[in-house]
């Protein structure tokens, strides 16, 4: 296993075109989503009551009544609403094809870095967005069986502690049976950048699942772990080098996310014997 995250750190180490492409592509749906955010927050901020010291209970019930009746009772929030909706369909449309450069870029080292990318997005595009489809009915399945109970369970909720008991459990089940499809598809997308056979790629999946995940939770436990230093020193320290501080995590987090898939495909390729 550590043989292969440091193949796989080398690999990502060599494709500077891909860290950066995916790293402007966050950062820009980052900018995005905040500028949309911040149109959405501030008008209705503009009557809030400033400082709580000193203002009295009845000037905030107030604020959130008007807040909640604007969002509830009319349709300022339809727009916003039908414009999320138009970004994540762009979203979906978009993610298919950055995987698909991504992976075929990691299987054809030999070919310029901008021209793999682009090549692997005209051929395996296609093939792609039939997986992403299939990832996505399969990840949103077990919610017709599980919503309902959770929504029962919620309800019976007392207080905010058993709410949030209660909720987790689906939560974390839904997170893990994710992530699990998560791996199974990067494998299904590596079988086919190689144009290797499925029940190689499958077998590949099985017999050595547990170096597999033993790769994907250590990497996921230290960006996990940037993360909340990241997190805890923006509460601590506001400033601008805690902007700077933030960007750079978010860079880290794309390396992460590459050396994460390049370092699978590492064992992939030797294990399903591809050379």
């Known amino acids: 296993m550590i043989t292969f995250l440091k193949e796989g750190w080398k690999a990502a180490a060599r494709q500077p075109f891909l860290v950066l492409t995916l790293f402007l592509y966050r950062f820009a749906w980052g900018f995005g989503l905040y500028k949309l955010a911040q ?14 010291e000193g ?24 727009s916003y609403l039908w414009l999320l909706l138009g970004l994540l369909l762009v979203r979906m449309v978009l993610t298919p094809l950055l995987n698909a450069g991504l992976y075929f870029s990691l299987a054809n080292t030999r070919l ?21 489809a299939a990832q996505m009915a399969l990840t949103l399945a077990p919610l017709y069986w599980v919503l309902p109970k959770a929504i029962r369970s919620i309800s019976a909720a007392r207080t905010y502690e058993a709410l949030l008991w209660n909720a987790l459990p689906y939560l974390g089940g839904m997170l893990v049976y994710g992530y699990l499809l998560h791996l199974l598809f990067m494998f299904l997308q590596f079988g086919r950048a190689w144009s290797a056979p499925l029940n190689r790629t499958l077998g590949t999946l099985l017999r050595h699942s547990p170096a597999i995940l033993g790769m994907a939770l250590l990497l996921l436990g230290g960006i996990l772990l940037v993360s909340a230093l990241v997190t805890g020193a923006s509460l601590y320290w506001a400033s601008f080098w805690t902007l700077v501080l933030y960007q750079a995590y978010r860079f880290l987090e794309t390396l992460f996310g590459v050396w994460t898939i390049a370092a699978q495909h590492q064992l992939f390729k030797a294990k399903t014997d591809l050379f």
């Open 55 to 78: 203002v009295p209970a009845s000037q905030l019930q107030l604020f959130l009544a008007e807040g909640q009746f604007i969002l509830l009772k009319t349709d300022i929030s339809h």
């Open 112 to 132: 310029n870095a901008g021209y793999r990318f682009v090549r692997g997005i005209r051929e395996l595009g296609r093939s792609y967005y039939l997986l992403f």
């Open 39 to 52: 149109s959405i927050i501030l008008p209705l901020m503009y009557r809030h009551p400033g400082s709580l």
